[in-house]
């Protein structure tokens, strides 16, 4: 099921947690922005106005909401002699205006001159940075490249905005103002800088928002106390050290005097809805919906209750929360049963049944947890917001995700890809094609993905309790040559160095396999021992594996292959009081052990992974782009292919020269062909892909923007059968970078495919290819905002 609200705008959150609405103006704001600067201090007013006007409230309510201010966008690519003159974005809060942006075209069209205002009560909240965001996404809307300003010496507050938004300005000094100019066409490294400013300012705001989800003071819990569900929450937080506030369905029967920061709310989906809105009045600013069912009606009802209240729902169909990190102990807000370990793990799933089973595996494995999360059909709360905080827990050093749909995979992406450099993070993938999205997605964003739960929980067992591999070296052990093979063939399937197999001989007693462990990773330059062990008679050598001791003094992780036993996996139970670097992970399939060595392995790697920055093109040609496409949509407003003259065109502006007449190949084997083709993806945004003709295996997909490594690994990919030379993976790593710098500028460039001749000197020639243009709305994939549309 899919939800939009219709709010003709778009929340998000100050980086105080509060959540505010962001949209155009409209005549009928009139009246609320004549409110709004008509409240507004002297000060606010002088430095908007560099004076004191009568009457401010008419004044800007007149310039902003009057027809022709608020007139439909006109995209720079569209023809047209009129462009858009002037607009104007509104920060709603609590039903009235707390703060606006404007923009006015100079008579340059490119150029528009700027001006902020914000009440009083809410300077200092981050609602200027915020305006200033969006005001960037609307200067991509209607063709504007750069900004200006005037502001007086003192008013470091509208300085302030600009250093704080994290993008480079001029700045001149004129008889006691400044004059500021934004220019909005960034090189890549400066576009990064931005995201990463924009980035830090949204975890901020994220984080304050979850607080009241994830270490609330106080919590009510509503719903019928003869449902199982209702019990079973209620049971949960028999622990919990604040206060506890409890009511039927509707919460009608609240307490007038209650005040709590998060309510459980386990009601039917006719009264979730009234519940919602009833406990945001008793202060309520998070909300765990844990009833399924919802239907467009029940669920739009419960979103925009919770919307317009600056409430943060996690749900509906939310198994719910747990922190074991919070001052009284551990909060269990779900409907899992405890105890729960203290830990390091952090999980985000989507389905409750899931989320049960993984806390299960976890407990019975003796992991702790930090943070757990069940989104359920996410509405809002999502595995993005997970990430965001894991940034900020410094708790957490290992991430477990099951994702099945994504809202925003290429915010996702980034936000893992920052996270994965200090917290190992692993994502169960069914797909494992590096053909689809979903594993291009993971493989990008520095997740190790597995194929399955089973998988996932293998993996996390080695990573919990051992140190992490440095390196993909492997020693074994084995006690049977059977057993010693088995093993050997599955680290190498798993692409794992076998550096030393080492025998031990059935008569092995745990003495003697303690010594055999010692001596290898002592004579051995390897990153973790595997231990494969047979029942033997009348010896039991994997009594060592309980000692406590055997891998107290070593640095790297030892896991076991023990084939009697019954579960996949499972700890050796090395004394209740035994450190976690002497609990080993014992497996009872070597396929499954070396799968979960080499995730683990994979998983360390990133960390260490070098920053990968998009590549500079240097000059392109946006402008020509934006005419070619605004003409062929122009002329054909639903779309339709690109005639060859228009696509060569398009190509050139980004620097990719077409061969023109036919080409000569020579013959099949002096000259290999190529295809690049990129498209839009209505869920992962623009892809990427290149194969070579015959060979449409060897098919990798990229997220785009990717950086310059990952071009250059496609490249290689593609390439690897005829042993190109550094000049043919240049070259063809620049045309990949430029076909997908094009694509993810152009969002009404639905396709475009790309026919390449490499020939036997290195020489990449354009020979043909396709393209196709769509009507499009451009949206930023990392503006800071609230979801729209839940899935699912």
Same mark, same amino acid.
């Given at each position: ?41 002297? /000060? ?42 002037? /607009? ?14 404007e923009w006015i075209r100079a008579a340059d069209p490119a150029e528009a001159e700027i001006a902020f205002v914000v009440a009083d009560r809410m300077q200092g909240r981050g609602v200027a940075t915020l305006l200033a965001e969006y005001l960037l996404e609307e200067a991509d809307r209607v063709g504007l490249h750069r900004f200006t300003a005037i502001t007086q010496g003192e008013n470091r507050a509208m300085l302030d905005v600009f250093a704080t938004l994290g993008i480079p300005v001029r700045k001149n000094w004129d008889h006691g103002t400044w004059l500021v100019t934004v220019d909005l066409d960034l090189p890549a490294a400066a576009r990064v800088a931005l995201l990463d400013a924009a980035a830090r300012r949204e975890r901020i705001a994220d984080d304050a928002s979850l607080r009241r989800l994830l270490e609330p003071g106080s919590v009510a819990v509503v719903g019928d106390q003869q449902d199982p569900a209702t019990r079973a929450v209620l049971d949960h937080l028999r622990g919990f050290a604040g206060r506890l506030w409890i009511c039927g369905p509707d919460a009608a029967d609240l307490d007038p005097e209650a005040r709590f920061e998060l309510a459980i709310i386990t009601s039917p989906p006719q009264n979730a809805a009234r519940a919602a809105q009833i406990c945001a009045g008793h202060g309520a600013r998070a909300v765990i919906a844990t009833s399924t069912a919802f239907d467009d009606a029940s669920g739009r009802a419960l979103l925009e209750a919770c919307r317009s209240a600056g409430v943060r729902l996690l749900g509906p169909g939310s198994l719910g ?16 049963? /405890? ?75 980034? !936000? ?63 006690? !049977? ?81 023990? !084939? ?16 976690? /670097? ?150 063809? !790593? ?59």
């Amino acid at each position: 099921m899919t939800i939009e609200l219709d709010t003709g705008g778009s929340y998000a959150l100050l980086t105080d947690g509060s959540c505010v609405l962001i949209r155009a103006a409209e005549p009928a704001d009139w009246q609320a922005v004549h409110d709004f600067a008509a409240a507004l201090g002297r /000060g606010s007013i002088y430095r908007r106005f560099f004076g004191f006007p009568k009457y401010p409230g008419k004044l800007l309510a007149d310039a902003v909401c009057a027809p022709a201010a608020i007139a439909s966008t006109t995209p720079e690519s569209a023809t047209t002699a009129m462009p858009r003159t002037r /607009g104007a974005l509104l920060a709603w809060l609590d039903g009235a205006v707390v703060g606006m942006a404007e923009w006015i075209r100079a008579a340059d069209p490119a150029e528009a001159e700027i001006a902020f205002v914000v009440a009083d009560r809410m300077q200092g909240r981050g609602v200027a940075t915020l305006l200033a965001e969006y005001l960037l996404e609307e200067a991509d809307r209607v063709g504007l490249h750069r900004f200006t300003a005037i502001t007086q010496g003192e008013n470091r507050a509208m300085l302030d905005v600009f250093a704080t938004l994290g993008i480079p300005v001029r700045k001149n000094w004129d008889h006691g103002t400044w004059l500021v100019t934004v220019d909005l066409d960034l090189p890549a490294a400066a576009r990064v800088a931005l995201l990463d400013a924009a980035a830090r300012r949204e975890r901020i705001a994220d984080d304050a928002s979850l607080r009241r989800l994830l270490e609330p003071g106080s919590v009510a819990v509503v719903g019928d106390q003869q449902d199982p569900a209702t019990r079973a929450v209620l049971d949960h937080l028999r622990g919990f050290a604040g206060r506890l506030w409890i009511c039927g369905p509707d919460a009608a029967d609240l307490d007038p005097e209650a005040r709590f920061e998060l309510a459980i709310i386990t009601s039917p989906p006719q009264n979730a809805a009234r519940a919602a809105q009833i406990c945001a009045g008793h202060g309520a600013r998070a909300v765990i919906a844990t009833s399924t069912a919802f239907d467009d009606a029940s669920g739009r009802a419960l979103l925009e209750a919770c919307r317009s209240a600056g409430v943060r729902l996690l749900g509906p169909g939310s198994l719910g929360v747990v922190n074991t990190g919070v001052r009284s102990g551990v909060l269990n807000a779900s409907l899992a049963p /405890g105890p729960f370990l203290r830990g390091s793990v952090g999980v985000a799933v989507q389905s409750g049944g899931v989320g049960l089973a993984v806390l299960r595996h976890l407990g019975r494995l003796g992991i702790g947890i930090g943070t757990f999360a069940a989104v359920g059909d996410k509405y809002d709360v999502s595995a993005n917001d997970l990430l965001m905080h894991w940034e900020g827990d410094e708790r957490i050093r290992l991430g477990l995700l099951h994702v099945e749909s994504f809202g925003n995979p290429r915010k996702f992406a980034r !936000t893992a890809r920052r996270l994965s450099r200090r917290v190992s993070l692993l994502a169960v993938d069914p797909e494992q094609s590096p053909s689809e999205a979903r594993t291009a997605l993971y493989a990008q964003a520095g997740i190790t993905a597995v194929p399955s739960m089973g998988a996932l929980v293998s993996a996390a067992a080695l990573l919990a309790h051992q140190p992490a591999p440095q390196g993909r070296r492997v020693a074994i052990l084995g006690n !049977t040559r059977g057993m010693l093979s088995l093993a050997v063939q599955a680290c190498v399937k798993e692409g794992l160095e076998v550096v030393a197999a080492r025998n031990v001989t059935a008569t092995a007693d745990a003495d003697q396999l303690r010594r055999a462990l010692t001596e290898t990773v002592e004579s051995e330059p390897c990153d973790a021992v595997l231990i494969a062990l047979a029942p033997t008679v009348p010896v039991a050598p994997h009594n060592a594996l309980a000692a406590g001791s055997l891998t107290r003094n070593l640095k790297v992780p030892v896991l076991a292959v023990l !084939t009697e036993q019954a579960e996949t996996v499972r700890v050796s139970s090395a004394g209740k009081g035994a450190r976690g /670097g002497d609990l080993i992970p014992c497996y009872n399939d070597a396929a499954t052990a070396a799968a979960a060595l080499a995730a683990a392995a994979a998983a360390t790697a990133v960390r260490e992974r070098p920053e990968d920055p998009e590549p500079e093109l240097g000059h392109v040609d946006r402008a020509a782009v934006r005419r070619v496409i605004g003409s062929a949509l122009a002329a054909t407003p639903r779309g339709r292919s690109l005639y060859a003259s228009e696509r060569a065109e398009l190509l050139e502006a980004f620097g990719i020269a077409s061969a023109r007449g036919p080409i000569d190949d020579g013959g099949a084997n002096r000259a290999r062909r190529l295809t690049v083709t990129a498209w839009q993806d209505p869920v992962f945004g623009p892809l990427l892909t290149c194969t070579r003709d015959g060979d449409p295996d060897a098919a990798r997909t990229l997220l785009v923007p990717a950086g310059a490594g990952e071009l250059a690994a496609l490249a290689h990919t593609v390439l690897s059968e005829r042993r190109a030379t550094a000049v043919e993976g240049g070259r063809l !790593t620049d045309l990949l970078a430029r076909v997908a710098a094009l694509i993810d500028d152009s969002p009404q460039l639905a396709s475009v495919r790309v026919n390449v001749a490499l020939d036997e000197s290195g020489s990449l020639r354009v020979t043909g290819g396709d393209g196709q243009v769509a009507p499009a709305q451009r949206k930023d994939p990392y503006l800071r905002r609230l979801r729209r549309a839940p899935v699912e």
